[in-house]
T-cell receptor, first 116, second 113 residues
Framework: KAGVTQTPRYLIKTRGQQVTLSCSPI?????VSWYQQTPGQGLQFLFE???????NKGNFPGRFSGRQFSNSRSEMNVSTLELGDSALYLC???????????????FGPGTRLTVL | QKEVEQNSGPLSVPEGAIASLNCTYS??????FFWYRQYSGKSPELIMF????GDKEDGRFTAQLNKASQYVSLLIRDSQPSDSATYLC?????????????FGKGTKLTVNP
């Protein structure tokens, strides 16, 4: 079974631009979560989606947004990029059988975003 | 603020030794505990998860959980140079079905041949 895929793998943008990152979960997985990883802050939760609905959101500004499609694929968007947004953005998927159940998360390879 | 604390290391052990990685968490309502391994430049890879107090063994890896002490550990027996990586402890609370994981900042392990 193919793992979580993320595109693009690397991205270079300039301040003020916006960016869209894509995540395709493991086949059959219905839940997608996004995390930001930086050397200083480590891995921090951004948001999670299940059944096309945002279920939880981390402590990030409104410039960070996301969505999930009916095939469970997810995108996240960052508008008005800042230098501090440079990070590895990781997507994780889980099987998740219902809105009240939880499951083990498996990570994709990540998108390395550099903001100049 | 719910926190997960790990010794940043680096932890250095000789090949064949037991590596012991520790993690404490602040949220007493936490229900699920995970260990991920992350090689430099790669994404986190799940090693083990544990939900109940006690020990859980999988090959050379043993996870130990003590909810009363809010402590979880990972033991790696017969450590190999290929085990050299950063080990991330992650905790999921009782958040009404949220998948959110809170991560420690990781312990860097080096296994010397």
């Amino acid at each position: 079974k193919a793992g979580v895929t993320q595109t693009p793998r690397y991205l270079i943008k300039t301040r003020g631009q916006q960016v869209t990152l894509s995540c395709s979960p493991i086949s059959g997985h219905r839940s997608v979560s996004w995390y930001q990883q930086t050397p200083g802050q480590g891995l921090q939760f951004l948001f999670e989606y299940f059944s096309e609905t945002q279920r939880n959101k981390g402590n990030f500004p409104g410039r960070f947004s996301g969505r999930q499609f009916s095939n469970s694929r997810s995108e996240m968007n960052v508008s008005t990029l800042e230098l501090g947004d440079s990070a590895l953005y990781l997507c994780a998927s889980s099987l998740r059988r219902s809105s009240v159940s939880t499951d083990t998360q498996y990570f994709g390879p990540g998108t390395r975003l550099t903001v100049l | 603020q719910k926190e997960v604390e790990q010794n940043s290391g680096p932890l250095s052990v000789p090949e064949g030794a037991i590596a012991s990685l520790n993690c404490t968490y602040s949220d007493r309502g936490s229900q699920s505990f995970f260990w991920y391994r992350q090689y430099s430049g790669k994404s986190p890879e799940l090693i083990m998860f544990i939900y109940s107090n006690g020990d859980k063994e999988d090959g050379r890896f043993t996870a130990q959980l003590n909810k009363a002490s809010q402590y979880v550990s990972l033991l790696i027996r017969d450590s190999q140079p290929s085990d050299s990586a950063t080990y991330l402890c992650a905790v999921r609370g009782d958040q009404g079905g949220s998948e959110k994981l809170v991560f420690g900042k990781g312990t860097k392990l080096t296994v010397n041949p």
